[in-house]
């Protein structure tokens, strides 16, 4: 029998076993998962090469990346003048690293600099990445010093904004960004996950508001339609309305984080309609759900839209 997930208005089947890897690459740490214009998925790992291609029915196409082996983090793809890009962060060589689909490096950020938040024992641990609509780049030092830097489109910094702490505008690791474009204006989503929020803020980077209710640690960000997805990394992906109202959780199991060892768990524990640690989330072009989870066994399931 079909195993599903969800329920009401979004029901899914577990397409089991999809993914299929040559005998020559296991996925290690599987961070991030994006999904390009022809629903071909990319899978974001910290084994070597760390960015796989695989198609919609999971067969292998291609790899590289051996670079970021370790410290592969953050992952974004952006579509600019009709061309597709990735973004990564490496959290090992403090980077965030625009490329082609194929891999050839295009922009690289480092450490900014700031002397008065960076130093030798202060480090630049970037996380995750978002693109605006008029191309400015946001970076999250969510493992580092807890700041987000912007920049414009040739890597020029803008400002920055943050530091640590719970009040309006501190963070506590702002571990994902993203823009969201369902609305009027545009705004900046960060998954403050420490503080067990999203904050939301101008491009500016002035804070809005809290969004606090129905979420643990949310990992980052994924729009489709007037939807947000969002992996919480306490075991379950939660879907918001337009108006950041929970529609519903998928693969909700509220024991596995709680247990001894967690995230790399027993392998017999894994069940195929629950997650133990979602680190990742993506939505192709027919409203199925990729996600990547962080784990030791490298993780990667797809939920097939049934309503």
Not at 41 to 49: D, L, R
Not at 162 to 171: C, D, N, Q, V
Request: contains cysteine; glycine residues 10%.
């Amino acid at each position: 029998m079909a195993v599903t997930v969800g329920g009401g208005t979004h029901v899914y089947e577990v397409a089991e076993g999809w993914a299929k890897l040559p005998e020559s690459i296991q996925f290690g740490y599987t961070h991030g998962i994006v999904t390009d214009s022809k629903d071909n998925i990319y899978i974001f790992h910290t084994n070597a090469p760390a960015v796989v291609k695989l198609d919609k029915d999971g067969n292998y196409l291609s790899s590289w990346g051996e670079e970021f082996a370790g410290g592969a983090h953050g992952f974004l793809l952006h579509a600019e003048g009709g061309t597709e890009y990735l973004y990564l962060t490496d959290v090992n060589r403090g980077l965030m690293v625009k490329t082609t689909m194929e891999g050839e490096p295009l922009l690289t950020l480092g450490t900014p600099d700031l002397p008065g938040v960076y130093d030798a024992d202060h480090k630049f641990v970037p996380t995750d990445v978002a693109v605006a609509p008029n191309g400015d780049i946001y970076v999250t030092d969510g493992y580092g010093q807890n700041w987000i830097h912007q920049y414009n489109a040739q890597g020029e910094r803008i400002r920055s904004w943050g530091g640590t702490g719970s009040e309006a505008g501190k963070l506590s690791c702002p571990h994902g960004i993203s823009i969201d474009l369902r609305h009027d204006e545009p705004e900046v989503y960060v998954a403050d996950r420490s503080n067990n929020r999203i904050q939301v803020f101008t491009l500016e980077g002035e804070h809005k508001r809290f969004v606090d209710e129905n979420m643990d640690m949310p990992c980052s960000f994924y729009y489709y339609n007037d939807e947000v997805y969002f992996p919480d990394l306490h075991s379950r992906i939660s879907i918001f309305d337009r108006n950041d109202k929970l529609i519903t959780h998928l693969g909700e199991d509220q024991q596995a984080y709680k247990l001894q060892g967690w995230p790399n768990l027993p392998l017999d524990y894994f069940r195929d309609n629950r997650f133990s640690s979602p680190h990742g989330v993506c939505v192709d072009s027919q409203g199925n759900v990729l996600i990547a989870e962080w784990t030791q066994y490298g993780r990667v399931t797809k939920l097939i839209r049934k309503r």
